[in-house]
């Protein structure tokens, strides 16, 4: 009994520690993703003004494994990430398409002829019911959708050089065989 | 002195009859007041994703508000409010409720603070319960070897 009365509080503390040390690396702002095998949302968004006549539906997505990117012009990141969309799209392996989200659709277009436009389909969402259904928190966020049109994955922020090559790649050839 | 009390007392009231107004802006709320209320409720209980410790009904974020506007379009389509909280759950998971649900993922969290205090009340008590039941010894006697040494200097001072 003596010798636990000592031992005790140091293994309590031991443990209480641990799990604050683990507490500090983990990162408050990644929240998983309840969507991961889930269906795509059900999409009927209208086109942006003067880019094409379709807009983008859930139908455009499925067939072929695609990435779904949220976007908008009031995005910093956004700017930072697209070089790197137009090098995927160069590549030609994989479809991007866009949702131009809590934008003035008119503005989204603009900021796509600036800035260089890797999309295969762009719908507008300025009320962000269709972020809100893909349980976006912020922009950029990126989704790797299966062929069958399910959600495989979600990677929140930029898109880098070292993210495509190490994780969305290998996942999308994965998926596409 | 009854005079000189009522201005505090009106103040107390006056104080008591300001709530915080939140972050919901005049051109969210709802005509129909029953309906703005349980928005409200509602509101209050969701957790705004991007500034965390904040409720949606708090939070000044650009998402807390489409989120808001979100909730009081669901009640104007005729849902509950188990439903409205379902619709979000079902996209931002159980982490958008700031009163953690209780099932079988969070039974820890629910039972463990009751589960260290039994294990600490019993701790104290076996404690003390050993301690009563074994009151000191009486020192045993002395051998005769002992004895014999004490003789001696008992004599040795003399």
Request: charged share 25%; glycine share 6%.
């Given at each position: 009994?003596?010798?636990?009365?000592?031992?005790?509080?140091?293994?309590?503390?031991?443990?209480?520690?641990?799990?604050?040390?683990?507490?500090?690396?983990?990162?408050?702002?990644?929240?998983?993703?309840?969507?991961i095998d889930k269906p795509i949302p059900e999409l009927n968004l209208p086109p942006l003004p003067g880019r094409d006549e379709v807009g983008l539906r859930t139908a455009d997505i499925k067939g072929q494994v695609s990435l779904v990117n949220i976007f908008g012009?009031?995005?910093?990141?956004?700017?930072?990430?697209?070089?790197?969309?137009?090098k995927i799209r160069k590549t030609g392996i994989v479809p991007i398409h866009g949702i131009d989200w809590r934008d003035d659709p008119a503005k989204g277009a603009a900021w796509l002829r600036k800035n260089g436009d890797p999309y295969d389909r762009v719908g507008a969402d300025p009320d962000s019911h269709a972020a809100i259904d893909?349980?976006?928190?912020?922009?950029?966020?990126?989704?790797?959708?299966?062929?069958?049109?399910?959600?495989?994955?979600?990677?929140?922020?930029?898109?880098?050089?070292?993210?495509?090559?190490?994780?969305?790649?290998?996942?999308?050839?994965?998926?596409?065989r | 002195m009854r005079r000189a009390l009522l201005p505090f007392v009106l103040m107390i009231l006056g104080l008591a009859a300001v709530t915080?107004?939140?972050?919901?802006?005049?051109?969210?709320?709802?005509?129909?007041?029953?309906?703005?209320?349980?928005?409200?409720d509602i509101s209050k209980g969701l957790r705004c994703v991007v500034c965390q410790n904040q409720s949606i009904d708090d939070s000044d974020a650009d998402l807390a508000r489409d989120l808001r506007l979100i909730v009081r379009e669901r009640l104007v389509a005729?849902?509950?409010?188990?439903?409205?909280?379902?619709?979000?759950?079902?996209?931002?998971?159980?982490?958008?409720?700031?009163?953690?649900p209780f099932k079988a993922t969070t039974y820890v969290l629910w039972f463990g603070p009751i589960a260290l205090l039994l294990a600490a009340v019993f701790a104290v008590v076996?404690?003390?319960?050993?301690?009563?039941?074994?009151?000191?010894?009486?020192?045993?006697?002395?051998?005769?070897?002992?004895r014999r040494r004490l003789d001696k200097l008992l004599k040795d001072d003399r």
């Open positions: 009994m003596g010798r636990i009365a000592y031992i005790l509080p140091v293994a309590v503390f031991v443990v209480v520690s641990l799990f604050f040390l683990r507490g500090l690396q983990l990162d408050p702002k990644h929240i998983p993703s309840v969507l012009s009031w995005c910093v990141a956004c700017v930072a990430e697209h070089p790197m969309l137009l893909f349980g976006v928190t912020g922009a950029p966020e990126t989704f790797v959708v299966d062929r069958e049109g399910h959600i495989r994955y979600k990677h929140v922020g930029p898109i880098t050089e070292e993210i495509w090559e190490d994780t969305l790649l290998p996942m999308i050839k994965e998926l596409s | 915080p107004a939140g972050a919901v802006n005049p051109d969210e709320v709802l005509d129909d007041p029953v309906l703005e209320e349980r928005a409200r005729g849902d509950s409010d188990a439903q409205v909280m379902d619709f979000v759950v079902d996209r931002y998971g159980d982490y958008v409720l700031l009163k953690p076996s404690f003390y319960r050993g301690r009563a039941a074994a009151p000191a010894k009486a020192p045993a006697d002395l051998t005769d070897e002992e």
